[in-house]
């Protein structure tokens, strides 16, 4: 989920070449909806920290406190509330700082899924 078409289109084609279904979300709280209405649908969320309506950091919280426990991956470019360790704190497998190349991508979605 990002609210940036080109960052949803560049990150979407580089995980279809790799076999994955991608389904994006205008905004957090869209991506929430999304989320909760089908729980087992979905293999692992990739959210950017800066969203409208909710952020990275309040989608992963709301995902927790609904006891939906999908491997979260949270993209973020500078923030100085929701650092690294805040948001892995809260539950997400991973947080990858912008700009990140695709193979880091791809690394941390595969490891999120082992998890």
């Not at 279904?21 to 991506?31: K, L, N, Y």
């Not at 497998?93 to 991508?105: E, H, I, N, Y």
């Amino acid at each position: 989920m990002d609210d940036d078409p080109d960052v949803v289109r560049v990150v979407s084609k580089r995980l279809q070449r790799v076999g994955c279904v991608v389904e994006s979300a205008p905004d957090g709280e869209a991506a929430l909806h999304l989320l909760i209405a089908d729980p087992k649908r979905w293999h692992v969320v990739l959210t950017d920290q800066t969203m409208p309506h909710r952020t990275g950091e309040q989608l992963l919280r709301a995902l927790r406190e609904a006891g939906i426990g999908v491997p979260v991956v949270v993209m973020s470019g500078y923030s100085a509330t929701a650092t690294p360790e805040r948001v892995m704190a809260l539950g997400a497998s991973a947080v990858l700082a912008k700009p990140f190349g695709g193979d880091q991508l791809v690394a941390a979605l595969t490891a999120a899924l082992r998890r």
